[in-house]
């Protein structure tokens, strides 16, 4: 079954320290996955997209099949990246339709 | 666009009284998707809709979940009778074929049930 797994639910830093966002995925195709972000008050948005390959307000994430990571990373944290991310995988599923899973998320909080 | 636009926003309803959540998506957007957001369990996809047919409602919980979607601008998610353990935020999104994945979200929809 695809499953989407983010190991830690709490992930504290300080401003200007590397962080790293934990992503793992069980799916037996070629998978598309995505990183979104839910700031504080606003909606869950779309963070970055493995296919392309973008690094988007610093962060950045590579795909390792091998692993079957998707890990998100960024060198400096900043305050304002504190907020809610989701790590999800797109496939094809019954009908021929794409759907999106979601891991459980992990709160990001950069401490000044 | 004004995106996707749930309501309400909030709502409070003691145990047993029925409940509908709304939903507009995006114009032009073909797929349309139920989400439940808690503390516990995360992001579940509940129920999604493809060209306003229901494609999967393999993760609505029980017989007192359903969900419509009569046309191709609006969907509800009722829940009848409702219980505490439905508080949750409920999420509508929608995509269309060429947005290569990509959901678009509204703001959700509050559930405290007493």
């Known amino acids: 079954a695809q499953r989407v797994t983010q190991p830690e639910k709490l992930l504290s830093v300080f401003k200007g320290a590397p962080v790293e966002l934990k992503c793992n995925y069980s799916y037996s195709g070629s998978p598309e996955l995505f990183w979104y972000v839910q700031y504080s008050r606003q909606r869950l948005q779309l963070l970055l997209r493995h296919i392309s390959r973008e690094s988007i307000k610093g962060f950045t994430a590579d795909l390792n099949k091998g692993e079957t990571s998707f890990h998100l990373k960024k060198p400096f944290a900043q305050e304002e990246d504190s907020a809610m991310y989701y790590c999800a995988l797109s496939f094809l599923a019954q009908g021929g339709s794409e759907k999106l899973v979601f891991g459980k998320g992990t709160k990001l909080t950069v401490n000044p | 666009d004004a995106g996707v636009i749930q309501s309400p926003r909030h709502e409070v309803t003691e145990m047993g009284q029925e409940v509908t959540l709304r939903c507009k998506p995006i114009?032009?957007?073909?797929?349309l998707f139920w989400y439940r957001q808690t503390m516990m369990r995360g992001l579940e996809l509940l129920i999604y809709f493809n060209n306003n047919v229901p494609i999967d409602d393999s993760g609505m919980p029980e017989d007192r979940f359903s969900a419509k979607m009569p046309n191709a601008s609006f969907s509800t998610l009722k829940i009848q009778p409702s219980e505490p353990r439905d508080s949750a935020v409920y999420f509508c999104?929608?995509?269309?074929?060429?947005?290569?994945?990509?959901?678009?979200f509204g703001e959700g929809s509050r559930l405290t049930v007493l």
């Open positions: 999104a929608s995509s269309s074929w060429d947005s290569t994945g990509e959901l678009f």
């Open positions: 114009s032009g957007h073909n797929s």
